[in-house]
């Protein structure tokens, strides 16, 4: 081959790479006339591009590109568990898509038996939003699965680099739920929920594809193979899926809280962090969520949790989440017509003046619009405005200003304390509905009124807990690590597997032997036993929090733990558990 | 060590096309990708893969941050793909040295790279290939190099090469053909 060689044919491949099989000849013995050199070589990489993206072509055999009666035209994508080719129906004259093999699976009776399970599984499934499966053929080359050919782009294609218009991002999301609801009514897992496995279609109809992951509902398959290796894709799995539990239902829920999320953003939200969703610290980005309607963002926090109970139980319930603020939030403009709408625009500009009100600055402001606002959620039925407060209340928990003398001023402590308190009615006293379990770590947390919550899974590490009461709470699997607890009060809370390692006590009050054994004990240790310890503490392990404040607040906890520091506490308790262990308190 | 206001310096004079800084900053990118290849490949046990896009997106990030219009964005993000394509070359011909022989290996086109330190000659071959393939036309195989070392989309390739979008696919798709042949003799 040489350069000038090179050119042309190169630009004799790129004109009939476009060509049916018959055109091409005739194209190619009128550019190529007598260089039979050229038209060779040009024939040999249309095969190539005409094959697969394996560099093993999956028709070895060059002459035939034909599967039965479908003639091979064009190799649409494909991945790891197979390729999809653009096919011709030679019988009934249509175009129809085929799915095989890649070559190097081709031979493999288990991948074969996986192909032919997933065109069951997919077969089995009736929906609009769903690709239809024409027929099974098991040739000697392999098995293949003949679908519906769809003129269209996947949404990994469609989706520009700032997101889809909400409009848009949410019908196709619509479209979606609803294909996945109707599959797990029908038993069936989609199994590698991700854009590039949905497509649509050039009159904007949605398809579900590739259902080569699909499982039935809670059959026992692990996302990991016998080989140890993951099925799926692994940014767009669960958490629970990469540690190797997969088949529940809120593992799609998950799933497709990521694909919405890149709906509306055009980014994928843990991209920034190498998309590793196991990582122990869990939180949403902040700043990306202007783009996100205030009532779609309530339920991809939802359908994002880290701990599956705290997902939407099901697909349905996801679905029926969506119809609602669909039928009922103003998405964009334009949407908005009726009565009531106009009627529930203006309480949400009622509840944003509120909210503007609600402040750090002046307490007494502050009082007043949280009255308000109680008011407006006591008597709105509607969901956005609900959810705008409880957004906002959850920002002012999380975003305190650096306090100026080193004192969190009893203003921002008594404000936080009464968004607390909205959060808890927005929330429905579900406060999972707008908080990451992360949320509350390295906060200063006074006199909050966290009582008859279910915090199950929540972290407060390195906060400091002041006349904080968690009376009747769920704590189960909380963590406390490193937190400072000063006249808490735990009475019947539940604190079963409760994480205190390096928590420092001081008057929690109300525990019951009870209660302290089904802590994970392991993790409760005695207070610090001396002030020198405790000046190491405020040294080293607090560098985050309490190192940077001034000395005076040093010198006050200072007082307060040698204060605290008399058998009032947890220690006696600690000390009696471990000092009898035969003898059960 | 570079001073903190060098990469600053640097990067003004890369979008000015100043030569110098140009290479400076290249050895810049090279030794900090490196620094990150390898703290993926000597983490944990044998077996390592990671996605080299990933790496090439963090160290830009890392690197230079908003500071650059789009357009230089794609140009260095060309400038890191080929120092990623160098790393892993280097990496695969250790490793190789290592591991000896290993007879035939099952080559794989994986539109979404991910590299393994497993399978060190799929690389090498790769690396031929597209000195080969640049040989006869280079904009080609750096299409293919910004594509699956730097995770470039076809729009930033673009915008590197001052061609059209149809171009780059065009180009795209001639040069993985050209490829896949090349494999299979």
């Not at chain 1, 129809?96 to 499934?125: F, H, M, T, Y």
Request: charged residues 25%; aromatic residues 8%.
């Amino acid at each position: 081959m040489t350069p000038e060689n090179f050119q042309k044919i190169d630009t004799i491949f790129n004109r009939a790479k476009k060509l049916s099989v018959r055109k091409r000849s005739i194209y190619l013995s009128r550019v190529c006339r007598a260089d039979l050199r050229i038209r060779r070589e040009v024939e040999e990489l249309l095969a190539q591009h005409d094959r697969s993206t394996a560099f093993l072509g999956i028709f070895t055999s060059g002459a035939s590109q034909k599967v039965s009666h479908y003639a091979i035209r064009e190799h649409l994508g494909g991945g790891g568990m197979g390729f999809v080719f653009k096919a011709e129906d030679t019988r009934l004259d249509r175009f129809v898509a085929i799915k095989a093999l890649p070559p190097w699976r081709a031979q493999l009776q288990e991948a074969r038996d996986r192909l032919l399970q997933e065109a069951k599984l997919a077969a089995a499934l009736n929906h609009p939003s769903i690709v239809t499966v024409y027929e099974v053929l098991q040739e000697e080359m392999g098995v293949f699965i003949v679908m519906e050919y769809l003129a269209g782009q996947t949404l990994r294609d469609l989706i520009p680099p700032r997101g889809l218009q909400a409009q848009q991002a949410l019908g196709y999301g619509l479209h979606i739920a609803d294909a996945l609801d109707c599959a797990h009514a029908d038993g069936i897992l989609h199994g590698d929920l991700k854009p590039s496995n949905i497509f649509v279609t050039e009159d904007r109809r949605v398809k579900l594809l590739d259902f080569g992951l699909a499982v039935p509902l809670y059959s026992d398959r692990a996302s990991h193979d016998a080989a140890g290796g993951l099925w799926g894709t692994r940014a767009y799995m669960a958490p629970e899926q990469l540690g190797g539990t997969s088949n529940d239902p809120r593992s799609e829920v998950f799933s497709f809280g990521l694909v919405l999320w890149e709906m509306f953003t055009g980014k994928h939200p843990f991209a920034a962090r190498i998309r590793n969703v196991s990582e122990s610290s869990w939180s949403l980005p902040k700043r990306r969520l202007a783009r996100i309607p205030l009532a779609v963002e309530s339920i991809l926090r939802r359908c994002l949790e880290r701990e599956p109970q705290r997902r939407f139980p099901s697909m349905r319930e996801l679905n029926a989440a969506l119809k609602d603020i669909c039928g009922s939030t103003p998405i964009s403009e334009g949407t908005i017509s009726t009565e009531s709408a106009r009627h529930r625009s203006s309480e949400l500009q009622k509840a944003k003046a509120a909210i503007g009100r609600m402040n750090y600055e002046s307490f007494a402001q502050s009082r007043r619009a949280f009255e308000e606002l109680g008011q407006l959620l006591k008597t709105s039925g509607s969901e956005t405005v609900r959810a705008a407060i409880g957004n906002s209340m959850r920002d002012l928990i999380l975003y305190v200003p650096e306090p100026k003398s080193g004192i969190v001023s009893p203003a921002v402590r008594e404000t936080r304390r009464l968004a607390l308190e909205l959060l808890r009615l927005a929330s429905r006293d579900n406060l999972l509905v707008y908080l990451q379990p992360d949320d509350l770590k390295y906060l200063d947390l006074w006199n909050m009124d966290f009582s008859r919550l279910k915090l199950t899974g929540f972290r407060f590490d390195r906060s400091f807990l002041i006349e904080t009461s968690f009376e009747g709470s769920d704590l189960t699997h909380d963590a406390f690590t490193g937190a400072w607890i000063r006249n808490v009060n735990f009475t019947n809370a539940d604190l079963a597997e409760v994480d205190f390692t390096d928590a420092d006590w001081f008057n929690a009050l109300g525990l019951t032997k009870k209660q302290l054994r089904s802590v994970r004990l392991e993790t409760l240790m005695p207070c610090p036993a001396t002030e020198v310890r405790l000046r190491e503490y405020l040294d080293n392990a607090y560098d985050v929090s309490i190192g940077a404040w001034s000395d005076r607040v040093r010198e006050q906890i200072i007082a307060a733990w040698t204060e605290y520091l008399q058998p009032h506490g947890l220690r006696d308790f600690v000390n009696l558990l471990h000092g009898h262990p035969e003898n059960p308190v | 060590m570079t001073a903190p206001g060098d990469i600053t310096r640097l990067l003004a004079g890369f979008e000015r096309g100043d030569r110098q800084a140009t290479e400076r900053l290249a050895n810049l990118v090279y030794a900090h990708l490196r620094r990150l290849a390898a703290a993926k490949l000597q983490n944990e046990r044998t077996g390592h893969s990671f996605q080299p896009t990933m790496l090439v997106n963090d160290a830009i990030l890392k690197l230079a941050g908003k500071r650059f219009s789009i357009k230089n964005r794609a140009h260095f993000f060309a400038l890191a793909a080929r120092c990623m394509r160098q790393i892993l070359v280097d990496h695969a011909r250790q490793r190789n040295a290592v591991k000896r022989g290993g007879g035939a290996e099952m080559i794989v086109w994986d539109e979404n790279l991910e590299y393994s330190d497993e399978k060190p000659n799929q690389l090498l071959l790769l690396d031929g290939a597209l000195t080969r393939l640049a040989i006869f036309d280079e904009q080609k195989a750096r299409v293919v190099e910004m594509k699956y070392f730097g995770g470039m989309t076809n729009e930033e390739i673009a915008r590197t090469l001052g061609v059209g979008i149809t171009k780059v696919k065009e180009q795209y798709s001639f040069a993985i053909a050209w490829l896949r042949r090349e494999f299979e003799s």
